[in-house]
């Protein structure tokens, strides 16, 4: 990476210069060469109308003040900063405007960009064409203005957008060059505006690149601007997420999922990319093959095909220990592969030099492995990164003789999508440079193995922004090479009659899909085997 010259506002006042948590974290995905130099405004006032909306203020007092967004000093980045600024800004109504002064001493420094984590709205003036780039949690085509995830929560929208902008004198309305979404947490607004700061960090790196470059993503900027609410619609809110936490204690009590898992024929791989992107229905429930359920599981789920149509690889749930385990599925019945000691999942599969190997989820209790399974269930290495990894639902495609590794850092959780790649399964996997690909609850957590059509290639990943595993979202790769990555999305799945699926997996001849699906059940065992299993997980 070229050493990059950035300019970062940020405010000062008696415990010096001073940042949110998660804008710490932004500063430190920053290459070791990119030179700092520090602007500190020692007069920025956010006006408080504490008696104009006492409600807001008082739910803001237990909700959105979180350990992301305390204010901490810089530390160790403070060696990082070659020249520090201190001033006192200008002021033109509720916006601040830099002094001439800071601007010259901006030019003479010769900035590649200048990050935003300080001050209120900024005058950007016509002299500096350098981009200024600010975060704004909220999709811009829907929610411009403030407070991030409460009109969201209060318009029950199932996604809390948030994007890296360079600014202009129209307030979050400039050009986008970073976009992520993350999940509206529907009982928490807390819990909301954490899953949305967590991921607020892994922006800046993509939003530099392309202001640098003077490229921007496609984005309107022409959604409503809101203001900080009213006491009537901040006490609409409270009941609403009272109502939506007393749900979930109820539905965590007595509700739970009887997943299943079915094949249907098809007559190509065409007719499984449009199955997968909404373009065709599945054959009637009567062509169906849908397996017994392996004695004493409550359920299975997580479909691959093994050497043929007739040979599924499932993960299989035993009903009291919440710790799934491999099964082999066959027509005649089934048999435990796996014998880990803790919980697998997604057995995912990746062939090389004639052999076939399992490469489940494992990361609840270790790195990810490789396994040999066609006589027995055989350890036969983890996977080779630049440090220990526990990946959720990894999925390898070859391609142009190199293996991509798709899958999520369970550090990060199921909203973001990262890449790898190596010359092979037992070779070292380097991350990809536009990774993560995919920051979002719709379609970031993969969904199955990829489609093949001609010389195309299909991701499909799990739209978990509503209920999980309630359908998957297809994207076509338009760009996949060592240095590139691009995709677009092209349909959607969706039962209408059950929920699901959340796998789908087509045959090696291509005469065949097979995908999960749940339905819910109400049972009072349902709280009880939440809690065996939670106690039993340790």
């Excluded at 803001?60 to 810089?74: G, I, M």
């Excluded at 986008?176 to 991921?199: D, G, M, N, Q």
């Excluded at 999922?257 to 992107?277: E, F, I, M, N, Y």
Aim: net charge positive; glycine share 10%; proline share 6%.
């Amino acid at each position: 990476m070229a050493k990059r010259k950035l300019i970062v506002i940020v405010d000062t006042g008696p415990l010096g210069d001073r940042i949110a948590e998660w804008q710490r974290c932004a500063l430190e995905t920053l290459g070791p060469d990119d030179d700092l130099v520090m602007l500190a405004c020692t007069n920025t006032a956010l006006p408080r109308r504490a008696l104009r909306y006492p409600l807001y203020y008082a739910l803001n007092l237990f909700t959105v003040r979180n350990a992301l967004t305390r204010s901490v000093a810089l530390g160790q980045l403070a060696a990082k900063v070659s020249d520090r600024i201190e001033f006192a800004s200008g002021y033109d109504g509720a916006w601040q405007a830099l002094p001439e002064t800071v601007l010259a001493r901006i030019a003479a420094h010769r900035p590649d960009a200048i990050i935003k984590l300080g001050m209120g709205l900024l005058r950007v003036p016509d002299e500096l064409k350098v981009p200024i780039l600010s975060w704004h949690h909220g999709d811009p085509e829907h929610f411009r203005g403030r407070p991030a995830g409460f009109w969201e929560l209060l318009a029950d929208s199932p996604v809390l957008g948030q994007m890296v902008q360079v600014i202009g004198n129209r307030l979050d309305a400039g050009q986008v060059v970073a976009f992520a979404e993350t999940r509206v947490i529907r009982h928490s607004w807390k819990a909301t505006l954490v899953e949305a700061f967590r991921h607020s960090h892994l922006l800046l790196a993509p939003a530099l690149e392309n202001a640098i470059a003077g490229r921007s993503l496609t984005k309107a900027t022409t959604g409503r601007n809101y203001r900080l609410p009213g006491n009537l619609q901040v006490a609409r809110l409270v009941v609403q997420l009272g109502a939506a936490k007393l749900g979930r204690i109820a539905s965590g009590a007595l509700r739970e999922k009887r997943w299943r898992v079915s094949r249907a024929p098809v007559s190509s791989s065409g007719a499984a990319v449009a199955l997968a992107t909404g373009q065709q229905t599945l054959p009637e429930q009567a062509e169906w093959w849908t397996p017994n359920l392996p004695p004493g599981c409550s359920f299975i789920a997580d479909p691959f095909f093994g050497s043929g149509q007739d040979e599924l690889l499932v993960e299989a749930m035993p009903r009291w220990s919440g710790k799934g385990r491999i099964d082999l599925v066959t027509p005649t019945g089934s048999r435990q592969l796996s014998t880990g000691p803790g919980h697998h999942s997604y057995p995912g599969l990746v062939a090389q030099n004639g052999k076939t190997y399992c490469v489940p989820e494992i990361a609840q209790w270790s790195a990810s492995a490789a396994f040999r399974w066609q006589v027995d269930w055989l350890r036969e290495t983890e996977l080779k990164f630049g440090g220990a990894h526990r990946l959720t639902d990894p999925t390898f495609v070859w391609h142009c003789q190199r293996l991509y590794l798709f899958a999520n850092d369970a550090r990060f959780g199921s909203g973001v999508l990262r890449l790898w790649s190596a010359a092979g399964l037992f070779d070292r996997f380097t991350e990809h440079p536009s990774s993560p690909i995919r920051i979002s609850p719709r379609g970031a957590r993969m969904g199955g193995n990829l489609l093949h059509e001609g010389d195309r290639l299909i991701r499909l990943g799990q739209d978990c922004s509503r209920d999980y595993g309630d359908g998957l979202v297809a994207f076509e790769i338009e760009q996949l090479s060592p240095s590139t990555y691009r995709e677009r999305k092209i349909g959607t799945m969706q039962f209408s009659d059950r929920k699901g699926p959340h796998t789908f997996n087509f045959a090696p001849d291509g005469t065949a899909v097979v995908f999960d699906w749940y339905r819910e059940a109400i049972t009072p065992m349902a709280g009880i085997r939440r809690l065996m299993a939670r106690v039993r997980r340790g």
